[in-house]
Protein backbone atom coordinates (compact mmCIF):
# COMPACT_ATOMS: atom_id res chain seq x y z
CA UNK A 1 0.00 0.00 0.00
CA UNK A 2 1.29 3.55 -0.59
CA UNK A 3 2.00 6.23 1.11
CA UNK A 4 -1.01 8.47 -0.07
CA UNK A 5 -3.27 6.02 0.48
CA UNK A 6 -2.05 5.28 4.24
CA UNK A 7 -2.68 8.89 4.83
CA UNK A 8 -5.70 9.61 2.61
CA UNK A 9 -8.39 8.92 5.09
CA UNK A 10 -6.47 11.47 7.15
CA UNK A 11 -7.34 14.22 4.56
CA UNK A 12 -10.46 13.14 3.14
CA UNK A 13 -11.58 14.02 6.86
CA UNK A 14 -10.62 17.27 6.55
CA UNK A 15 -12.91 20.03 4.24
CA UNK A 16 -11.69 20.00 0.62
CA UNK A 17 -10.20 23.54 0.89
CA UNK A 18 -8.45 23.45 4.70
CA UNK A 19 -7.11 19.98 2.97
CA UNK A 20 -5.59 21.76 -0.29
CA UNK A 21 -3.98 24.93 1.73
CA UNK A 22 -1.94 22.00 3.98
CA UNK A 23 -1.11 19.80 1.15
CA UNK A 24 0.57 23.29 -0.01
CA UNK A 25 2.04 23.69 3.06
CA UNK A 26 3.25 20.35 3.43
CA UNK A 27 5.13 21.12 -0.59
CA UNK A 28 6.38 24.00 0.95
CA UNK A 29 8.93 22.52 3.59
CA UNK A 30 9.81 19.64 1.03
CA UNK A 31 13.52 20.63 0.15
CA UNK A 32 13.89 21.33 -3.45
CA UNK A 33 14.76 17.62 -5.55
CA UNK A 34 16.54 17.52 -8.77
CA UNK A 35 14.38 17.17 -11.87
CA UNK A 36 13.78 13.42 -12.65
CA UNK A 37 15.57 12.28 -15.93
CA UNK A 38 12.72 11.51 -18.08
CA UNK A 39 12.78 8.73 -20.61
CA UNK A 40 13.60 10.99 -23.56
CA UNK A 41 10.85 9.25 -26.09
CA UNK A 42 8.60 10.94 -23.91
CA UNK A 43 9.96 14.58 -25.01
CA UNK A 44 7.51 16.89 -26.72
CA UNK A 45 8.13 20.35 -28.68
CA UNK A 46 5.39 22.49 -28.46
CA UNK A 47 5.93 26.45 -29.27
CA UNK A 48 9.32 25.83 -29.69
CA UNK A 49 9.59 25.19 -25.97
CA UNK A 50 10.75 21.36 -25.26
CA UNK A 51 9.27 19.43 -22.79
CA UNK A 52 10.75 16.48 -21.07
CA UNK A 53 7.25 14.90 -20.57
CA UNK A 54 3.79 15.42 -22.03
CA UNK A 55 2.70 15.12 -18.37
CA UNK A 56 1.95 18.19 -16.61
CA UNK A 57 -0.16 20.17 -13.73
CA UNK A 58 -2.77 21.57 -14.97
CA UNK A 59 -3.62 25.55 -12.84
CA UNK A 60 -6.18 25.53 -10.03
CA UNK A 61 -3.66 23.38 -7.87
CA UNK A 62 -0.76 25.90 -7.44
CA UNK A 63 -2.73 29.20 -7.85
CA UNK A 64 -0.57 31.64 -6.01
CA UNK A 65 2.68 29.99 -7.58
CA UNK A 66 3.91 28.76 -4.19
CA UNK A 67 5.41 25.51 -5.12
CA UNK A 68 6.31 24.72 -8.96
CA UNK A 69 9.52 23.13 -8.34
CA UNK A 70 8.07 21.20 -5.57
CA UNK A 71 6.01 19.64 -8.48
CA UNK A 72 8.53 19.59 -10.83
CA UNK A 73 10.22 17.67 -8.30
CA UNK A 74 7.65 15.29 -8.21
CA UNK A 75 8.06 14.60 -11.82
CA UNK A 76 5.64 16.77 -13.38
CA UNK A 77 6.84 17.30 -17.40
CA UNK A 78 6.13 21.01 -16.93
CA UNK A 79 3.65 22.80 -14.22
CA UNK A 80 0.93 25.61 -14.92
CA UNK A 81 0.49 27.84 -11.78
CA UNK A 82 -2.87 30.30 -11.21
CA UNK A 83 -5.47 31.41 -12.39
CA UNK A 84 -3.40 34.86 -11.42
CA UNK A 85 -5.41 37.93 -11.35
CA UNK A 86 -4.47 41.71 -11.60
CA UNK A 87 -5.53 42.04 -8.24
CA UNK A 88 -5.86 40.02 -5.42
CA UNK A 89 -9.01 38.60 -4.73
CA UNK A 90 -11.16 36.61 -2.20
CA UNK A 91 -13.39 34.23 -4.66
CA UNK A 92 -16.88 32.88 -4.02
CA UNK A 93 -18.33 32.45 -0.53
CA UNK A 94 -17.83 29.33 0.65
CA UNK A 95 -17.98 26.33 0.33
CA UNK A 96 -17.07 26.01 -2.93
CA UNK A 97 -14.95 23.13 -3.33
CA UNK A 98 -16.41 19.36 -2.85
CA UNK A 99 -15.38 15.78 -3.27
CA UNK A 100 -17.52 13.74 -4.93
CA UNK A 101 -15.98 10.80 -3.63
CA UNK A 102 -18.11 8.14 -5.30
CA UNK A 103 -17.88 9.67 -8.99
CA UNK A 104 -13.93 10.62 -8.43
CA UNK A 105 -14.71 13.91 -9.53
CA UNK A 106 -14.55 17.60 -7.93
CA UNK A 107 -17.02 20.35 -8.44
CA UNK A 108 -15.61 23.86 -7.27
CA UNK A 109 -17.25 27.07 -7.55
CA UNK A 110 -13.91 28.90 -6.10
CA UNK A 111 -14.18 32.24 -8.70
CA UNK A 112 -10.29 32.94 -9.25
CA UNK A 113 -9.32 33.29 -5.66
CA UNK A 114 -5.86 34.08 -5.52
CA UNK A 115 -3.34 36.58 -3.96
CA UNK A 116 -3.49 38.46 -7.40
CA UNK A 117 -0.11 39.43 -9.63
CA UNK A 118 2.11 40.97 -7.46
CA UNK A 119 2.24 38.25 -5.10
CA UNK A 120 2.99 35.55 -7.81
CA UNK A 121 5.35 37.87 -9.76
CA UNK A 122 7.77 37.77 -6.37
CA UNK A 123 7.96 34.26 -5.82
CA UNK A 124 8.45 33.59 -9.72
CA UNK A 125 11.21 35.83 -9.97
CA UNK A 126 12.85 34.61 -6.82
CA UNK A 127 12.95 31.09 -8.06
CA UNK A 128 15.65 29.51 -9.57
CA UNK A 129 14.68 28.75 -13.19
CA UNK A 130 14.22 25.39 -14.38
CA UNK A 131 12.08 23.38 -16.05
CA UNK A 132 8.93 24.64 -17.66
CA UNK A 133 6.85 26.50 -15.56
CA UNK A 134 3.37 28.60 -17.25
CA UNK A 135 1.27 31.23 -15.91
CA UNK A 136 -2.12 31.61 -16.32
CA UNK A 137 -3.77 34.29 -16.60
CA UNK A 138 -7.21 35.13 -15.41
CA UNK A 139 -9.41 38.28 -14.99
CA UNK A 140 -11.11 40.10 -12.15
CA UNK A 141 -14.69 39.85 -10.64
CA UNK A 142 -15.24 42.66 -10.38
CA UNK A 143 -13.05 44.70 -13.23
CA UNK A 144 -14.43 47.53 -15.71
CA UNK A 145 -12.34 45.64 -18.66
CA UNK A 146 -11.94 42.64 -18.92
CA UNK A 147 -9.83 42.34 -21.72
CA UNK A 148 -7.28 45.09 -19.95
CA UNK A 149 -7.23 42.81 -16.90
CA UNK A 150 -5.70 40.01 -19.46
CA UNK A 151 -3.26 42.74 -21.17
CA UNK A 152 -1.97 43.83 -18.02
CA UNK A 153 -0.87 39.86 -16.85
CA UNK A 154 0.55 39.45 -20.29
CA UNK A 155 2.66 42.61 -19.24
CA UNK A 156 3.55 41.53 -15.86
CA UNK A 157 3.78 37.92 -15.77
CA UNK A 158 5.81 37.40 -19.21
CA UNK A 159 9.30 38.11 -17.73
CA UNK A 160 8.69 35.14 -15.33
CA UNK A 161 6.51 32.64 -17.69
CA UNK A 162 8.27 29.68 -19.82
CA UNK A 163 4.32 30.68 -21.54
CA UNK A 164 1.57 32.39 -20.71
CA UNK A 165 -2.09 30.81 -20.95
CA UNK A 166 -5.23 33.10 -21.47
CA UNK A 167 -8.18 31.84 -19.38
CA UNK A 168 -11.28 32.27 -20.79
CA UNK A 169 -12.99 29.19 -20.04
CA UNK A 170 -14.05 29.38 -15.72
CA UNK A 171 -17.44 28.56 -15.49
CA UNK A 172 -17.22 30.48 -12.19
CA UNK A 173 -16.53 34.10 -12.82
CA UNK A 174 -19.57 35.51 -14.47
CA UNK A 175 -19.71 36.41 -18.07
CA UNK A 176 -16.04 35.32 -18.76
CA UNK A 177 -16.88 32.06 -21.08
CA UNK A 178 -18.51 35.45 -23.35
CA UNK A 179 -14.72 35.56 -24.22
CA UNK A 180 -14.64 32.60 -26.18
CA UNK A 181 -16.44 33.52 -29.39
CA UNK A 182 -17.17 36.21 -31.78
CA UNK A 183 -15.94 40.23 -31.52
CA UNK A 184 -14.84 39.37 -27.93
CA UNK A 185 -12.38 36.68 -28.56
CA UNK A 186 -10.86 38.61 -31.56
CA UNK A 187 -10.17 41.92 -29.24
CA UNK A 188 -9.04 39.90 -26.70
CA UNK A 189 -6.22 38.37 -28.82
CA UNK A 190 -5.57 41.57 -30.63
CA UNK A 191 -4.99 42.82 -27.00
CA UNK A 192 -2.74 39.74 -26.03
CA UNK A 193 -0.82 40.31 -28.91
CA UNK A 194 0.10 44.18 -28.16
CA UNK A 195 0.74 43.37 -24.55
CA UNK A 196 3.17 40.50 -25.48
CA UNK A 197 6.47 42.18 -25.40
CA UNK A 198 9.22 41.06 -28.38
CA UNK A 199 10.46 37.29 -27.94
CA UNK A 200 8.06 37.11 -25.00
CA UNK A 201 6.36 33.86 -24.21
CA UNK A 202 4.23 31.82 -26.06
CA UNK A 203 0.45 32.04 -25.32
CA UNK A 204 -2.04 29.10 -24.71
CA UNK A 205 -5.83 30.20 -25.43
CA UNK A 206 -7.76 27.68 -22.58
CA UNK A 207 -11.15 26.95 -23.57
CA UNK A 208 -14.27 25.14 -22.09
CA UNK A 209 -15.36 21.81 -22.78
CA UNK A 210 -19.04 23.27 -23.38
CA UNK A 211 -18.42 24.81 -26.64
CA UNK A 212 -20.56 23.35 -29.27
CA UNK A 213 -19.22 22.60 -32.84
CA UNK A 214 -19.93 26.11 -34.65
CA UNK A 215 -18.52 27.66 -31.32
CA UNK A 216 -15.44 25.61 -31.81
CA UNK A 217 -15.18 26.43 -35.52
CA UNK A 218 -15.69 30.30 -34.78
CA UNK A 219 -12.74 29.82 -31.83
CA UNK A 220 -10.08 27.94 -34.01
CA UNK A 221 -10.58 30.37 -37.16
CA UNK A 222 -10.32 33.12 -34.68
CA UNK A 223 -7.23 31.99 -33.00
CA UNK A 224 -5.31 30.15 -35.82
CA UNK A 225 -2.00 32.31 -35.92
CA UNK A 226 -2.39 34.32 -33.21
CA UNK A 227 -2.30 31.52 -30.03
CA UNK A 228 0.91 28.89 -29.80
CA UNK A 229 -1.54 26.04 -28.65
CA UNK A 230 -5.43 25.40 -27.17
CA UNK A 231 -6.17 23.78 -23.99
CA UNK A 232 -9.20 21.75 -24.06
CA UNK A 233 -10.18 22.61 -21.94
CA UNK A 234 -11.72 23.54 -17.88
CA UNK A 235 -14.45 22.17 -15.74
CA UNK A 236 -18.20 21.14 -17.74
CA UNK A 237 -21.45 23.11 -15.99
CA UNK A 238 -23.21 19.55 -17.89
CA UNK A 239 -24.25 16.84 -15.31
CA UNK A 240 -23.74 13.34 -16.23
CA UNK A 241 -25.32 10.63 -14.27
CA UNK A 242 -23.36 10.51 -10.93
CA UNK A 243 -23.89 8.64 -7.69
CA UNK A 244 -22.67 11.43 -5.21
CA UNK A 245 -25.61 13.19 -3.37
CA UNK A 246 -23.11 16.28 -4.01
CA UNK A 247 -23.69 16.25 -7.55
CA UNK A 248 -26.27 18.82 -7.56
CA UNK A 249 -23.71 21.62 -5.94
CA UNK A 250 -23.45 24.53 -8.59
CA UNK A 251 -19.98 24.98 -10.38
CA UNK A 252 -17.84 23.23 -12.71
CA UNK A 253 -17.39 19.47 -12.44
CA UNK A 254 -14.17 17.83 -13.13
CA UNK A 255 -12.40 14.49 -12.46
CA UNK A 256 -13.43 11.00 -14.11
CA UNK A 257 -16.93 11.80 -14.97
CA UNK A 258 -15.54 14.61 -17.57
CA UNK A 259 -13.58 12.23 -19.04
CA UNK A 260 -15.72 11.15 -21.88
CA UNK A 261 -16.86 15.11 -22.60
CA UNK A 262 -12.99 16.11 -22.53
CA UNK A 263 -11.99 13.07 -24.74
CA UNK A 264 -14.64 14.32 -27.91
CA UNK A 265 -13.93 17.95 -27.21
CA UNK A 266 -10.31 17.62 -27.70
CA UNK A 267 -11.65 15.07 -30.87
CA UNK A 268 -13.77 17.92 -32.28
CA UNK A 269 -10.67 20.80 -32.08
CA UNK A 270 -8.72 18.10 -34.00
CA UNK A 271 -10.87 18.07 -36.62
CA UNK A 272 -11.62 21.67 -36.39
CA UNK A 273 -8.16 22.35 -36.64
CA UNK A 274 -6.59 20.03 -39.23
CA UNK A 275 -3.80 19.76 -36.58
CA UNK A 276 -2.55 23.14 -37.84
CA UNK A 277 -2.94 24.18 -33.70
CA UNK A 278 -1.40 21.95 -30.69
CA UNK A 279 -3.42 21.05 -28.23
CA UNK A 280 -3.04 20.18 -24.69
CA UNK A 281 -5.58 18.11 -23.42
CA UNK A 282 -7.19 18.33 -19.75
CA UNK A 283 -10.13 17.15 -17.57
CA UNK A 284 -11.08 13.05 -16.30
CA UNK A 285 -7.23 12.08 -16.99
CA UNK A 286 -5.99 9.35 -14.11
CA UNK A 287 -3.89 7.02 -15.81
CA UNK A 288 -1.49 6.11 -18.53
CA UNK A 289 -4.04 4.65 -20.73
CA UNK A 290 -5.88 7.95 -20.53
CA UNK A 291 -3.17 10.06 -21.37
CA UNK A 292 -2.35 7.82 -24.17
CA UNK A 293 -5.77 8.04 -25.59
CA UNK A 294 -5.85 11.90 -25.72
CA UNK A 295 -2.21 11.59 -27.61
CA UNK A 296 -3.50 9.79 -30.02
CA UNK A 297 -6.37 11.87 -30.62
CA UNK A 298 -4.37 14.52 -31.26
CA UNK A 299 -3.00 16.36 -27.68
CA UNK A 300 0.58 17.20 -27.73
CA UNK A 301 0.48 17.51 -24.04
CA UNK A 302 -1.93 16.28 -21.35
CA UNK A 303 -2.44 18.11 -17.87
CA UNK A 304 -3.59 16.78 -14.25
CA UNK A 305 -5.40 17.91 -11.69
CA UNK A 306 -8.55 16.53 -9.79
CA UNK A 307 -7.16 13.24 -10.00
CA UNK A 308 -4.56 13.88 -7.97
CA UNK A 309 -7.11 14.13 -5.26
CA UNK A 310 -8.07 10.18 -5.85
CA UNK A 311 -4.29 9.02 -6.87
CA UNK A 312 -2.00 10.65 -5.25
CA UNK A 313 1.33 13.53 -6.20
CA UNK A 314 3.13 9.76 -7.16
CA UNK A 315 0.53 10.13 -10.52
CA UNK A 316 2.16 11.80 -12.89
CA UNK A 317 5.41 9.62 -12.61
CA UNK A 318 3.49 6.52 -12.56
CA UNK A 319 1.62 7.67 -15.97
CA UNK A 320 5.38 8.44 -17.52
CA UNK A 321 6.72 5.19 -16.37
CA UNK A 322 3.98 3.04 -18.02
CA UNK A 323 3.48 5.01 -21.09
CA UNK A 324 6.61 3.61 -22.91
CA UNK A 325 4.79 0.37 -22.71
CA UNK A 326 2.29 1.79 -24.59
CA UNK A 327 4.25 3.79 -27.34
CA UNK A 328 5.56 0.06 -27.86
CA UNK A 329 2.39 -2.01 -28.12
CA UNK A 330 1.32 0.79 -30.75
CA UNK A 331 4.42 0.54 -32.62
CA UNK A 332 5.69 3.98 -31.56
CA UNK A 333 9.07 4.99 -31.02
CA UNK A 334 8.45 8.64 -29.44
CA UNK A 335 5.53 10.65 -28.42
CA UNK A 336 6.00 12.77 -31.04
CA UNK A 337 5.53 10.28 -33.72
CA UNK A 338 2.02 9.54 -31.99
CA UNK A 339 0.07 12.84 -31.49
CA UNK A 340 -2.77 12.66 -33.99
CA UNK A 341 -2.58 9.13 -35.43
CA UNK A 342 -5.76 8.26 -34.70
CA UNK A 343 -7.00 11.26 -36.72
CA UNK A 344 -4.42 10.13 -39.63
Known amino acids: MSFFALVRPLVFALDPEPAHRLTISALKLMPVRALPMANPALAVTVAGLRFPSPVGLAAGFDKNAEVPDAMLGLGFGFVEVGTITPLAQPGNPKPRLFRLREDEAVINRMGFNNEGQEAALVRLAARKRRGIVGVNIGANKDTADRIADYARGVRAMSPVADYLTINISSPNTPGLRALQGG ?20 VFLKVAPDLEPAEIDAVVKTASGRIDALIIGNTTLSRPALCSRLGSETGGLSGAPLAALALERL ?7 GGSLPLVAAGGIANAEQAWTRIKAGASLVQLYSALVYHGPGLARAIEDELPALMSRDGFATIAEAIGSEAR
Open 183 to 202: DALDALLDAVSDARPPAGPP
Open 267 to 273: RDFRRAS
